[in-house]
């Protein structure tokens, strides 16, 4: 398990999770549960605000048949990548660095900070507290997530 005891922000999102990618880097972990949590702390450090670019991100971590729980439920991976395409045409986003992560077996369950900025109106960002649970295996010598459950408190967008 690995737990980051620093206050998170939107503003210092993006330099902690490339502090903790870099962490990951310099003291990679040799077993497979180790080597799935830094899998996923990299790709956060790596993770890209744009959608082309988050695109581009998510190809590297999903698996093409990827079933992913999060935005309107049920999806495969490319339906997935249309819906978020709508979320970021709405919404500017930041993600915070995982905050807590455990793996057991092939299932890793992480927490994290998802900040979401309404781009049509002056609107508050919104902080919203998630948790994800990923089902990671390996395709082709690399480790992939294949299935993702993720949920939200909402961060009051709802309100």
Request: some cysteine; charged content about 25%; proline content about 3%.
């Amino acid at each position: 398990m690995r737990k980051m005891n620093t206050i998170v922000t939107k503003e210092n999102a993006k330099e902690l999770r490339l502090q903790a990618m870099e962490e990951v880097k310099a003291n990679p972990s040799d077993t497979k549960e180790g080597k799935i949590m830094d899998m996923l702390i990299t790709a956060w450090g790596e993770w890209q605000p744009d959608y082309e670019g988050w695109v581009k991100w998510s190809d590297g971590l999903y698996t093409a048949d990827s079933t992913i729980n999060a935005i309107g439920g049920e999806q495969r991976f490319r339906d997935y990548q249309a819906s978020m395409k709508e979320q970021r045409d709405a919404c500017a986003m930041e993600m915070g660095p995982i905050m807590q992560i455990i793996v057991e077996g092939n299932v890793a369950a992480l927490v994290y900070h998802m900040y979401l900025t309404p781009k049509a109106a002056i609107a508050p960002t919104f902080d919203m507290l998630v948790t994800e649970y990923n089902t990671v295996e390996e395709r082709d010598g690399k480790l992939m997530v294949t299935h993702l459950d993720l949920y939200t408190d909402g961060g009051g967008l709802n309100n």
